[in-house]
């Protein structure tokens, strides 16, 4: 069982709504990573934070997704409006600065 | 920018033969951090190997690899196939910043 939580396992919308997935990361570390995982299982960055603070992101994420770490509540990442080329897995994961990932079991998207 | 190559999509193999996966990465950083990750059907990437020494031959669970800066590379590597290895695997490069950068992935087959 991994010690990142992700919920919810899957999640299923139509085009234009918002989709919204949390994440607890594991206790300790520091810095929390969003990766999408498409249907051809590439990985591709999102969005990170340390403490709260967003450290990095593209462009698609900063225009079309908000994401957010508060203290004491789970992350989260949320798709303001939804489009099929977002049907993806969602990958959080967490880790001590410089040091490997502990990554949670994702969020399926479909968009329909 | 930071960048992994892993040049084979699919790799199949007979169980009991050798495994070797490529890895060749390009950085401009002098003391990189590469990883191997697995990731099994449905499931979510685990990691199985580390290392930032140059020469110095990393295993676990079988599998081992060496960082050769020479080279640039990171080949995974374990003596003898099981039908449990079957599995994605993913060479990432983390160079002291906060994101790791996944390479494009190799899926090992392996058949009876």
């Known amino acids: 069982n991994s010690k990142v939580i992700q919920t919810p396992r899957y999640l299923v919308k139509g085009q234009g709504q918002k989709a919204k997935m949390r994440c607890i990361p594991e206790k300790g570390h520091p810095v929390v990573f969003w990766y999408q995982q498409n249907k051809n299982n590439e990985f591709k960055f999102l969005i990170n934070?340390?403490?709260?603070?967003?450290?990095?992101q593209i462009d698609m994420t900063e225009k079309r997704f908000s994401a957010e770490c508060p203290s004491n509540s789970p992350c989260s990442l949320e798709i303001q409006s939804s489009e099929a080329g977002d049907s993806a897995l969602y990958l959080c994961?967490?880790?001590?600065?410089?040091?490997?990932?502990?990554f949670g079991s994702g969020t399926r998207l479909l968009v329909i | 920018g930071d960048s992994v190559t892993q040049t084979e999509g699919l790799v199949t193999l007979t169980e009991g033969l050798p495994v070797m996966l490529n890895c060749t990465y390009q950085t401009i950083y002098s003391n990189p951090f590469l990883f191997w990750y697995v990731q099994h059907l449905n499931e979510s990437p685990r990691l199985l190997l580390k290392?930032?020494?140059?020469?110095k031959r990393t295993e676990h669970q079988g599998f081992h690899a060496t960082l050769h800066k020479s080279s640039s590379s990171f080949h995974l590597q374990k003596s003898s196939a099981q039908l449990s290895d079957s599995a994605l695997y993913y060479c990432a490069l983390s160079t002291g910043g906060y994101k790791v950068v996944f390479g494009s992935g190799t899926r090992l087959l392996v058949s009876p």
């Open positions: 934070f340390q403490n709260q603070e967003v450290l990095q």
């Open positions: 290392s930032f020494t140059d020469n």
């Open positions: 994961a967490s880790s001590w600065e410089n040091s490997d990932y502990t």
